[in-house]
């Protein structure tokens, strides 16, 4: 899928404009501050993963703006941002946002959720903070797998809130100054069906990564890597317990669904009393971390810090490559600043890597993201898109 143009009112600083856009590669550039991340931010919108940062909707809305209707009516000061997309479907979508953090999604004229947006225009969004992938901490590399399994399979998403609601239930129990047994027990139960359920997906997802980042055929990842030096050596990934004097499972006795129920409700009875004792949730995924390797050792360990800004865009490769495979729709690459600390060759093998997918990227910057790969370069100014220029 691809954006083909969309249309903006009332969203951040953006001035309001209609804007077409072109398939490959689109760098939106611009000095700090002048609405690169918050463009990004309204295509990320649209394809229904909401505010960037977890951050509120009301704060989309620019406090001056009047989106559209009367005086006093339900629209006033909202924020409206619509699109077309093409591709593997025709879609258009229409997002109108409220101050009071609401959000309505119109597709084709008919009503939508995020999820169905999700599923309708498969992208992946990238911000400074999940560039510190390989090195950051567990949370970023949790919310980058939770994101592909959230677009691979439906239920995800429901079945994760659900999951940590309950998690926050045993929490309360457990800072309880007398915490009640019988209640702590009413929590294992849902926690190792949902839990098996989410481990089960996230191993699903790490397999097929792990072969898309290995795959001989694959020019836009493994051949790239090998050929031309987007990656040293080879990148191997791996889903961590990090759980009280967790080992890691047997691979027959985990597998699948019942399995990695299993192995929670076991790990849930040796963890009991140390749970009373920390007064939190010690076992299960809200717990679970990616470990990158290279060369038999922790990438972290072993890359410089440029080698892994190129191991970050070798595995958003695989993971679109992944929901590429999975979705039989090509994905869109939403990307902030994922060049930053990339030196000129880096920039030049990732737009090259980035191109030979065909899929439709953007990307922001200070100056032109993709070196010599040709695509289309967005000027950006104070909220004001300024010139276009195709290279």
Not at 19 to 29: D, E, F, K
Not at 77 to 93: F, K, N, P, Q, Y
Not at 374 to 387: C, F, P, V
Request: aromatic share 6%; charged share 25%.
């Amino acid at each position: 899928m691809e954006f083909t143009e969309t249309a903006w009112k009332g969203f951040r600083n953006l001035k309001p404009r209609r804007q077409c856009w072109r398939s490959g590669l689109n760098a939106v550039v611009g000095p700090n501050g002048s609405g690169k991340t918050n463009l990004l931010e309204s295509l990320a919108v649209l394809c229904g993963w909401g505010a960037f940062a977890g951050g509120r909707l009301s704060s989309l809305i620019q406090w001056n703006s009047c989106a559209g209707g009367p005086a006093g009516g339900p629209l006033e000061s909202d924020a409206l941002i619509t699109g077309r997309a093409e591709g593997e479907r025709s879609v258009e979508v229409q997002a109108s946002i409220t101050r009071a953090s609401r959000v309505w999604f119109r597709v084709d004229g008919e009503r939508a959720t995020y999820s169905g947006l999700r599923f309708l225009l498969p992208s992946l969004v990238f911000l400074p903070r999940d560039i510190d992938l390989l090195d950051g901490s567990p949370s970023v590399r949790r919310l980058f797998l939770d994101r592909i399994c959230t677009l691979i399979s439906p239920l995800y998403a429901r079945r994760l809130a659900e999951y940590r609601q309950i998690v926050r239930q045993r929490a309360a129990l457990l800072r309880q100054p007398r915490p009640n047994h019988a209640a702590l027990a009413a929590t294992a139960l849902p926690l190792v069906r949902f839990g098996g359920w989410i481990r089960a997906t996230r191993q699903k997802v790490i397999d097929l990564l792990g072969k898309e980042l290995l795959a001989e055929d694959l020019l836009q990842v493994s051949q790239v890597s090998q050929e031309h030096g987007l990656l040293s050596h080879a990148l191997s990934i791996a889903l961590v317990r990090r759980e009280p004097g967790s080992v890691s499972p047997d691979p027959e006795e985990a597998a699948g669904e019942a399995g990695a129920a299993r192995q929670l409700s076991v790990a849930l009875q040796a963890s009991l009393e140390r749970e009373r004792y920390a007064r939190m949730p010690l076992v299960g995924p809200h717990r679970d971390d990616l470990l990158f390797s290279c060369m038999g050792r922790p990438a972290a360990l072993s890359l410089s810090r440029g080698q892994k800004r190129r191991a970050v865009v070798a595995t958003i490769l695989a993971a679109g490559h992944v929901i590429r495979s999975q979705m039989r729709v090509s994905p869109i690459l939403l990307l902030d600043d994922v060049a930053a600390e990339l030196d000129a060759e880096g920039r030049r093998l990732m737009g090259r890597a980035f191109a030979a997918t065909g899929w439709q990227v953007f990307l922001t910057g200070t100056e032109n993201p993709f070196a010599d790969t040709a695509g289309t370069i967005i000027l950006l100014k104070n909220g004001i898109i300024e010139n276009e220029i195709k290279i």
